[in-house]
């Protein structure tokens, strides 16, 4: 994910769940601004908070007192975004694109667990890193689906 030196947008929010809608409010914002359709603005809003929500609950265990950084970027293909913590590293590899089933029932949602899904389906590419104590989960939502 190479940036084009297009517009940047640096977000440094406290891990409390009650910053995790406006730093994926701004994040919508800032893509619209530089040219994704909105549906797509849509997306990668809610890949954001969950991967921001992720960062606060199973990284940081909930402390509150930590950090998450939210980088998203204009690159030629569309947009970049990158959510960074310094908690607990991801153990499990991330789920692969298709075949997401939806649970269905009224405690459909209740246990959780959902997110990394939601951002693998939703955008064009997810990739996690670790290292030297700092996670990196970045997700790339394309201006156009792929083949045009």
Partial sequence: ??????????????????????????????????????????????????????????????????????VASSVVEGIDVVVRDTGRALTKPLPTRGGFPIPSGPSRLAGGGMGLRIMVETMDEVRYSSKDGVNELALRKRRLPPGR
């Fill in 1 to 70: 994910m190479k940036r084009d030196d297009g517009p940047l947008l640096r977000l440094r929010i406290a891990s409390r769940l009650e910053q995790v809608a406006g730093a994926g409010r701004a994040v919508a914002e800032f893509a619209r601004n530089s040219g994704l359709p909105p549906a797509a603005a849509d997306e990668l809003e809610l890949a954001v908070c969950e991967a921001v929500n992720n960062a606060i609950r199973h990284a940081y265990d909930g402390t509150p007192e930590r950090t998450v950084e939210i």
